[in-house]
């Protein structure tokens, strides 16, 4: 779904392992990276180095987003997502949470890795999380963009949206 995000020029799957190409989606905005590190899970560390990687090939810079293959960002939430191109991110890292020295030696996908690292890059870089304006989906069984999951948000027994939730904690 995010190759469909107008603001998401190319995603880049980091596949555990050897992978057959015929088996994965095919469009101009999908290219592949095989992790081949014994069968460990990638770390954050890890992805780091193949986005520097990469941006170093194409000699341009780039803005990325370190997520889960079954992590999207909607469409309709766009304009929110374009606002985070204009941050200083040589002073600033973004971390977007679910709302309901470093080591980046942290693999991805475990239990508590988000908040780990977000600790972590807090000791080098000022963080920030958007998470009340920038929606990203967690596609589990039986949840859809169109569920109230996305739109609405229950704090102290009362019901908001998410433009009130957000002014009332501003």
Request: proline fraction near 4%; glycine fraction near 2%.
């Amino acid at each position: 779904k995010n190759i469909s995000n107008p603001i998401i020029v190319e995603v880049v799957l980091v596949i555990d392992g050897e992978f057959d190409n015929n088996t994965l989606p095919k469009h101009e905005k999908i290219h592949t990276i095989a992790h081949t590190d014994n069968n460990n899970r990638p770390t954050f560390k890890d992805m780091l180095y193949y986005s520097d990687k990469i941006t170093k090939r194409d000699n341009k810079p780039r803005k990325w987003i370190l997520c889960n293959a079954d992590i999207y960002f909607p469409e309709w939430n766009s304009h929110k997502l374009a606002e985070l191109l204009s941050i200083d991110y040589s002073k600033n890292f973004i971390s977007l949470t679910r709302y309901n020295k470093c080591n980046l030696d942290i693999e991805m996908g475990r239990p508590g890795c988000d908040q780990m690292v977000n600790y972590e890059l807090s000791k080098i870089k000022n963080m920030l999380n958007p998470c009340l304006n920038v929606v990203s989906i967690h596609e589990h069984a039986g949840w859809s963009e169109s569920s109230s999951t996305y739109t609405d948000i229950k704090h102290r027994g009362k019901k908001y949206t998410r433009e009130e939730y957000h002014d009332m904690m501003m």
